[in-house]
């Protein structure tokens, strides 16, 4: 089983929709988690931190938590062409104290 | 956010050959810097952590004598692919948190150095 689990994609998005990304993760004691975008070619991009339970909303982009379940989610509002990327969820704290792990990333593609 | 700077960008060299990353914290001290590579199409693999003024802590199945780290300074980590072979032709990305985050802060990216060994 993979530490930190989301779909691959392509998530295909009407432009002005809503994108919703899922991400499970192992370690129960993971303790703070993180969304970074990444366009082709470039590096990884901080987008949003959660460190507790609930939601956490940043612009057109709100982070949810729920520890009991392992899950954290990334909702992206008013998709822009200029989302589509391959976004990526990180998992910090827990076995692997101080080292993110990485989910495999999933393609978000918003078509006008 | 802290800002991180890599150099350089892209690199082609010669099998053989060995090639220097170098990987700076503009803006902080990063006591601890941590090195990535990545594959097309695949997520991100660390592949050792650098800490200033000790030795660089490598991942299972990396090679310490091929990835060779020096972290001498707060702002400087370097990262050395001795002896580069086709298939470490990679996407090598360094990051180093922000110290005021803590232990399990963000993470803040490099622009990432595109190696093709030819």
């Known amino acids: 089983q993979k530490e930190v689990e989301q779909n691959s994609g392509p998530l295909s998005v009407p432009e002005g929709a809503i994108a919703s990304l899922n991400c499970t993760y192992s370690?129960?004691?993971?303790?703070?988690f993180f969304w970074y975008r990444q366009y082709s070619g470039k590096s990884p991009e901080l987008i949003m931190s959660i460190y507790s339970n609930g939601d956490k909303e940043d612009g057109r982009f709100t982070a949810q938590l729920n520890k009991a379940s392992q899950y954290v989610s990334l909702l992206i509002r008013d998709s822009q062409p200029s989302d589509s990327a391959t976004y990526l969820c990180?998992?910090?704290?827990?076995?692997?104290?101080?080292?993110?792990?990485f989910g495999a990333g999933t393609q978000v593609v918003v078509t006008p | 956010g802290a800002v991180v700077s890599q150099h350089p960008s892209r690199v082609i060299c010669k099998s053989g050959t060995s090639v220097k990353i170098e990987c700076r914290s503009l803006?902080?001290?990063?006591?601890?810097m941590f090195w990535y590579r990545q594959f097309p199409k695949q997520s991100l693999m660390l592949m050792a952590t650098s800490n200033e003024g000790s030795k660089a802590t490598y991942e299972q199945g990396v090679e310490k004598d091929k990835f060779l780290i020096n972290h001498a300074s707060l702002t400087l980590s370097t990262l050395t692919v001795t002896s580069a072979h086709p298939e470490d032709s990679s996407f090598y990305i360094c990051?180093?948190?922000?110290?005021?985050?803590?232990?399990?802060?963000?993470?803040?990216f490099g622009e990432g150095s595109r190696l093709t060994v030819l």
């Open positions: 370690d129960r004691v993971s303790q703070s």
């Open positions: 990180a998992v910090n704290g827990g076995v692997s104290w101080g080292k993110l792990q």
């Open positions: 803006d902080f001290q990063a006591t601890t």
């Open positions: 990051s180093a948190r922000d110290p005021a985050g803590g232990p399990i802060g963000e993470l803040f």
